[in-house]
């Protein structure tokens, strides 16, 4: 009985383990796309260095509140009222929908004032094409990263067959 314990709470711990190993890497990951895009919006809408300096600390606080808008949007989404009908659900969706994307484009005027006082009017349209830019870079690096990653799955499936093969 002892041994069967001391297995699981040795198993139940290389699973915290490993699940703290996941974190730390999706931590770093997260920290090398928001250096990147730092770094890709700074160049692409050519921030001076005093610009930079007054320009980050409003888009970092835009940028929290907006992802903080969409993640209440999401939690929304996904409690719906037992209440309703499935077509009032969906109302009630299409409903709030309109009215987080009111939010999110009062927010995005709220900002854009603010922003306005740190860089040029032409820069901050720019802002948003660059926004754009990256997340599609980024998409298709991971794109491109799922299916290298997929063909050396398949690759190494091949290569166990053709082992199984030969030993057979």
Known sequence: MKKIITILTLFLLAARLLAQEEQVKDQKAQEKIKAARIAFITERLGLTPAEAERFWPVYHEFATKRLALRQEFEQAKQTPDPK??????????????????????????????????????????????????????????????????????????????RLRQRNN
């Open 84 to 161: 309703r009908t499935k077509e009032e659900h969906e109302r009630q969706l299409l409903d709030l929908s309109f009215q987080f994307k009111q939010r999110e484009l009062d927010l995005e005027k709220e900002y854009s004032g603010r922003i306005l006082n740190t860089i040029s009017a032409q820069k901050l349209i720019a802002l948003r094409q660059a926004e754009q830019d990256f997340r599609s870079m980024i998409i298709r690096q991971i794109q491109q990263r799922q299916l290298q990653e997929q063909r050396r799955q398949q690759f190494q499936e091949r290569n166990e067959q």
